[in-house]
């Protein structure tokens, strides 16, 4: 079952993970599948994005929509090897078709991983960092994550 939160609860989650590591995870060329396939793919390819890391997420881990095409996982660990795991998971599904309208297709995650430090009092700051290493990945290939 699929919780709600609302963004007050997301801040206070993060801001409770103080020195764990957080993931930002980003659907690569997702207006393209939207612009040739349509918005339900891009719906679809969404929808497969969050059931990707519902699967490579521990229990107990949250993970959380938190724009179009951006999820963000909070592990709970200080170790970045759980976090590099993860990555690793999602990005293993990238071989997966998702089939929607009698069509197949693929998409890929790239993702950013960053630890939440002692001392930040604003969950946007990290998200903001989890973002700019997200961007790196994004910008050296794709499917693929950065650790900063």
Known sequence: ??????????????????????IC???????????KMRTPAGDAAI???????GRSVQDGMDYFRIGANRF????????PAVAEEIAKKIIS?????????????RFTISMGIVK?????????????????AMIKAKSEGRNTYRVM
């Not at 929808?47 to 890391?53: G, H, L, P």
């Open 72 to 79: 963000v996982i909070l592990t709970g660990s200080t170790d």
């Open 116 to 132: 939440i430090p002692l001392h930040i009092s604003d969950a946007k700051e990290i998200i903001k960092k989890s973002e700019d």
């Open 47 to 53: 929808a497969e994005a969050a059931a990707r890391i």
């Open 93 to 105: 599904y990238a071989k997966n078709n998702v089939v929607w309208g009698g069509d197949a297709f």
């Open 25 to 35: 995870a980003d659907i690569d060329h997702l207006m393209e599948i939207n612009r």
């Open 1 to 22: 079952m699929t919780k709600s939160y609302n963004l007050t609860e997301i801040s206070r989650k993060i801001l409770a993970s103080k020195d764990t590591y957080i």
